[in-house]
């Protein structure tokens, strides 16, 4: 079974912090590279974040230094720290295997940062 469930969206304001977590089934999770997209209504979805199996990282230069991913192989678990939050950093949040595997998505978690 094909699962992705992402929690700890919310509103805050800019400066604040978020810690989205997401749990994914074995078979998206197990040996693949993690990765936690975004999408702003009308716009392509965005890669933001990377982490491979054994922890190496990568993060797109708008929210490198504030974002840091981190993954719990035991509990088929991805996280995002977001510090600083901007603005511009509101969306609708969503882990997925870097390539995607499947042609699945989870609901997301809304995020959302006033001025």
């Known amino acids: 079974q094909v699962q992705l469930v992402e929690s700890g969206g919310g509103l805050v304001q800019a400066g604040e912090s978020l810690r989205l977590s997401c749990a994914a089934s074995?078979?998206?999770?197990?040996?693949?590279?993690m990765g936690w997209y975004r999408q702003v209504p009308g716009k392509q979805r965005e890669l933001v974040a990377r982490?491979?199996?054994?922890?190496?990282?990568n993060y797109v230069d708008s929210v490198k230094d504030r974002f840091t991913i981190s993954r719990d192989n035991a509990k088929n678990t991805v996280y995002l720290q977001m510090n600083i939050l901007k603005p511009e950093d509101t969306a609708v949040y969503s882990c997925?295997?870097?390539?995607?595997?499947?042609?699945?998505w989870g609901q997301g978690t809304q995020v959302t940062v006033s001025s």
């Open positions: 982490i491979t199996v054994g922890g190496t990282t």
């Open positions: 074995r078979s998206i999770f197990r040996g693949n590279t």
């Open positions: 997925n295997s870097v390539p995607l595997l499947y042609r699945y």
